[in-house]
């Protein structure tokens, strides 16, 4: 599934997934007040550690400056 899945998106399961997931939480961060660990949790990471790493390394911002800067 996943040399296949590679050659049909150009990128690997665990990276499309982390894209869905930080695309998901911009939407989130942009129309909520929900607090971050709450997002990252309903976003499906359950560590805040991993989210923060995936959320600043899809966007270059913490999502707490993401939050700030839209």
């Not at 976003?43 to 839209?70: C, L, W």
Request: net charge positive; charged share 30%.
């Amino acid at each position: 599934f996943r040399k296949l899945f590679k050659k049909m998106t150009g990128e690997s399961v665990r990276n499309y997934l982390h894209k869905v997931r930080v695309d998901e939480a911009c939407r989130l961060l942009f129309m909520t007040d929900m607090p971050i660990q709450e997002i990252a949790l309903a976003v499906g990471y359950q560590d805040i550690k991993s989210f923060y790493q995936a959320f600043r390394q899809m966007t270059g911002k913490t999502p707490k400056e993401y939050r700030n800067h839209q």
